[in-house]
């Protein structure tokens, strides 16, 4: 199973995403045989946390999302990650159009921090968030 995680900025959402799966995984809440963790950032930075938080391989930019995208099993990150221009402008619209058309399952974070809401999502801390995307991949694997 592979599972992109992507992020910006900080990278602090991406982090806390590896760190789920890792803990999940290594509690066995995961069912899933093998595991593999990829870090993929708009900026070295939020790479570089993802992959300190144990993510199995890392890149970064515009190409690195947009050759791994499709071939994922699972994509993860805040739901900004599906819009150009998001994260402060450092999505480009073909890192959207990359994550958007991939195959892969995206289990998407509701940030309000990229103009976009989801009607009928609940508003709790990201720590609930982070709780309802493991769940997630659980439902997938």
Not at 96 to 124: D, R, W
Request: a negative charge; proline letters at 4%; one cysteine or more.
């Amino acid at each position: 199973m592979k599972i992109a995680v992507i992020d910006g900025q900080g990278g602090g959402i991406g982090k806390a995403l590896v760190e789920a799966i890792k803990a999940a995984y290594s509690n066995n809440v995961l069912n899933a045989d093998e595991l593999e963790i990829f870090a993929l950032g708009t900026n070295a930075l939020a790479t570089s946390l993802m992959l300190r938080a144990g993510a199995h391989h890392g890149a970064t930019g515009e190409n690195a999302i947009v050759v791994n995208a499709p071939k994922m099993d699972i994509i993860m990150g805040p739901i900004g990650i599906i819009s150009a221009n998001a994260l402060l402008g450092e999505l480009t619209p073909k890192m959207a159009e990359a994550i958007s058309s991939s195959e892969a399952c995206k289990i998407l974070i509701p940030i309000h921090k990229c103009n976009i809401t989801v009607a009928g999502v609940i508003s709790k801390p990201l720590a609930g968030y982070i709780e309802d995307a493991i769940e997630g991949i659980n439902k997938v694997c």
